[in-house]
């Protein structure tokens, strides 16, 4: 795992793109993970932003959203599918095709994770998983006690990401339990990068890159990833010794 810290969000937001548009480049069918949140906003912003003015061939990647919130609808503002509809697939003019998030209001959960694992060994594998960190340590729904073994899977809730997801909403709302791609997904991508900005995230990042690697705080599996990166602004990056 590498640690690369960016002056300020906005820095480490462009570098996050600018990943991903190499990528494409490089490989134009190229499977992308992107986790939704605060983190993300600006990386998918600035992806629109550079990708169009450098004209990146957008029609033929596979899009993959990392996790949503059991039974919350799409319409809702705080679904991690209104979040990629907005910043991403409706800017890029993604084809349904291309798209490939979980719906959260199956009534047959079990049959979406089994569905989302087939079509990433379909596939061949995720390329690039961009996920973000939970105060708790999570990385998608993978809640603390998760196991590393696990792909796809429905989850209940941590009380703290229960409390914590409240700001994607407009008013309260009741969150029990998350679909998610698994740790398996993450350490199987051929590259992976966890970001975080801000004050409040530098706990949690000492922990995740300096902490003991434990299912209790599952973001310290990023330091077993062997093209793993930790990518942070100063802020995010302010525990961090030497
Ligand atoms: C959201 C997700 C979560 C967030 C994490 C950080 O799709 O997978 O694991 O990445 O909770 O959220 P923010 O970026 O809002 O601080």
Redesign the pocket.
């Known amino acids: 795992m590498q640690l690369q810290i960016y002056k300020d969000y906005t820095a480490l937001s462009a570098a996050t793109a600018s990943e991903i548009i190499s990528l494409l480049k490089q490989k134009p069918t190229a499977v992308i993970c992107l986790?939704?949140?605060?983190?993300?906003r600006l990386t998918c912003q600035l992806l629109v932003q550079k990708g169009l003015e450098e004209k990146i061939d957008f029609s033929r990647f596979s899009f993959i959203g990392?996790?949503e919130w059991v039974g919350i609808p799409p319409e809702n503002e705080g679904s991690?599918r209104y979040f990629f509809e907005t910043l991403l697939i409706k800017p890029l003019k993604l084809s349904p095709s291309q798209v490939h998030l979980f719906d959260a209001l199956s009534t047959d959960l079990e049959n979406e994770c089994k569905k989302m694992d087939a079509l990433i060994a379909e596939k061949g594998g995720i390329d690039l998983m961009i996920?973000?960190?939970?105060m708790n340590g999570?990385?998608?729904?993978n809640e603390p006690g998760v196991s590393f073994s696990n792909y796809a899977h429905v989850i209940d809730l941590d009380d703290t990401?229960i409390s914590?997801g409240q700001?994607?909403f407009k008013g309260p709302v009741h969150l029990k339990q998350g679909i998610?791609l698994g740790l398996k997904h993450l350490m199987n991508s051929k590259q992976a990068i966890l970001i975080a900005n801000g004050t409040k995230?530098a706990g949690v990042i000492e922990q995740a890159i300096a902490g003991g690697v434990s299912n209790l705080f599952p973001a310290t599996i990023i330091q077993q990833h062997a093209n793993g990166f930790v990518i942070v602004d100063e802020e995010a990056a302010a525990n961090i010794k030497g």
Do not use: E, N, Q, R
């Not at 986790?35 to 993300?40: F, I, N, Q, V």
């Not at 996920?131 to 939970?134: A, E, P, R, S």
């Open positions: 986790a939704s949140g605060d983190t993300p990392l996790d991690c996920v973000g960190i939970g999570h990385i998608g729904f990401t914590v700001k994607y998610t995230k």
